[in-house]
T-cell receptor, first 113, second 111 residues
């Protein structure tokens, strides 16, 4: 498989649940990102990993916890989320960490009840 | 920090007409301006990008123009087709290397 793959595609969770989103890229890129996409709002950058090292945490609440075990895999661990966290979570990758020529995954549509 | 405004929020055109989407940015140090297309239920995809040392770039029916003095850039789609219907996002990368997106324009091409 090529490109950027995200699982699951859809997720419904309660506020007390713990879940994880997974992202895998098969492009040989060195940087990976998490973005949040909400209706009628711009894409919001959450986290940046460059060569497995976190280089950006865009003031994201601690209930979102990223993990990057290697340059090809990225996780977003979720716990005690709020209903306002419901959104489409997009993973992306790029050759370098400058957010240029981003390749996006199809996203995980998250609903928090 | 960088602020990007995108207009219009919705745009409806007849097939074959041209479509223009405009964005303004605030950080004069911004030097990279990509455009992404997101079809309904699909991932955003890069369609064209431009750097600040270039005033215009074309790729078949798509072109982007940049006016650094006025701090605005535009996406031009000529001979629109129904498959051009999507949400288009502009973005600007400021001096801090943070890419800031506009809110998007929903383009509908009517057959």
């Amino acid at each position: 498989e090529t490109g950027v793959t995200q699982t699951p595609r859809h997720l419904v969770m309660g506020m007390t649940n713990k879940k994880s989103l997974k992202c895998e890229q098969h492009l040989g890129h060195n940087a990976m990102y998490w973005y949040k996409q909400s209706a009628k709002k711009p894409l919001e950058l959450m986290f940046v990993y460059n060569f497995k090292e976190q280089t950006e945490n865009n003031s994201v609440p601690s209930r979102f916890s990223p993990e990057c075990p290697n340059s090809s895999h990225l996780f977003l661990h979720l716990h005690t989320l709020q209903p306002e966290d419901s959104a489409l979570y997009l993973c992306a990758s790029s050759q370098t960490g400058g957010q240029e020529k981003l390749f996006f995954g199809s996203g995980t549509q998250l609903s928090v009840l | 920090g960088e602020n990007v405004e995108q207009h219009p929020s919705t745009l409806s055109v007849q097939e074959g007409d041209s479509a223009v989407i405009k964005c303004t940015y605030s950080d004069s140090a911004s030097n990279y301006f990509p455009w992404y297309k997101q079809e309904l239920g699909k991932r955003p995809q890069l369609i064209i990008d431009i750097r600040s040392n270039v005033g215009e770039k074309k790729d078949q029916r798509i072109a982007v123009t940049l006016n650094k003095t006025a701090k605005h850039f535009s996406l031009h789609i000529t001979e629109t087709q129904p498959e051009d219907s999507a949400v288009y996002f502009c973005a600007a990368e400021g001096g801090s290397e943070k890419l800031v997106f506009g809110k998007g324009t929903k383009l509908t091409v009517n057959p």
